[in-house]
């Protein structure tokens, strides 16, 4: 038996994924973008979730009887999420590409030959990130909006049939869009490229599905990635559109792909 053998690795130094994991930990929260485009995200999830349910309660006299009947007290006050998703997506495509733009990720990959573990933990250690803040923003807008529509008795609680899954999927939704967003910057390994190509997906894809045919639309858009990742955060199915988690284990399929596609180049591709 060898002497290397016998001594623990946490002694000998050896790369192990939970080293990886704590040395991309201490990365992402040194970055000064990291703290601003996370408070952001929060900002625009909680302001916005409260600006809407004010608005609507103090309109809500002046709303057409269609818009009365179409109300759901829960998305009112998680509205906020649209905007957050791009700031989530955007720091998610910059923990991958900034290390490209800087070159940093020549040391990262020399530290860690095998490469994987580098992509496996910076996309672990952001999905915990955004996963905790997103959901802590997501219970805070839902909690105030409700104050605010309370007054108009337009409230609902996190009882009420549909609203726990709701309010704690538009956390999840975000995690999702976060970890695309890390994959696709490993993937096109370019800051403008990744982003584009995240903001075409999330936002330019359903806009030009809208153009298909009623019945193409019908068939194709439950599973475009925002629209089957987004059903989790209404209380009740829309029409044409997935089951709350079938839709979403569709949108995790789509950010499983895209880390896959990143892994392999990663492999292949000197950096």
Aim: aromatic residues 8%; proline residues 5%.
């Amino acid at each position: 038996m060898t002497t290397a053998s016998v001594i623990p690795a946490a002694e000998r130094g050896e790369v192990t994924q939970l080293r990886v994991i704590r040395s991309e930990w201490i990365k992402l929260r040194s970055l000064r973008s990291t703290l601003f485009t996370l408070l952001l995200a929060v900002v625009a999830m909680v302001g916005l979730g409260c600006v809407f349910s004010y608005f609507t309660a103090h309109r809500w006299d002046e709303l057409p009887p269609q818009e009365r009947l179409a109300f759901d007290p829960t998305l009112v006050s998680l509205r906020g999420f649209f905007l957050a998703q791009l700031a989530v997506g955007v720091l998610g495509v910059l923990v991958m590409s900034g290390e490209y733009a800087t070159g940093m990720i020549r040391a990262s990959l020399a530290a860690v030959p095998r490469r994987l573990p580098v992509l496996w933990a910076k996309a672990l250690v952001y999905a915990v990130v955004a996963w905790v803040l997103m959901t802590g923003a997501a219970l805070a807008a839902f909690l105030l909006g409700q104050a605010a529509l309370s007054g108009r008795h337009l409230g609902t609680s996190l009882s009420a049939p549909g609203v726990l899954r709701a309010v704690l999927g538009a956390g999840l939704y975000l995690t999702v869009v976060g970890l695309i967003g890390v994959a696709l910057g490993a993937l096109i390994r370019n800051t403008a490229g990744g982003i584009a190509t995240l903001f075409a997906v999330l936002l330019v894809l359903p806009v030009l599905a809208q153009a298909l045919p009623s019945s193409w639309l019908d068939a194709i858009n439950p599973y475009l990635p925002s629209t089957a990742g987004q059903g989790l955060v209404h209380v009740q199915q829309q029409p044409h559109t997935l089951a709350p988690w079938a839709g979403f284990t569709v949108f995790c399929l789509y950010a499983l792909a895209t880390l896959a596609g990143a892994a392999v180049r990663l492999r292949r591709r000197d950096a």
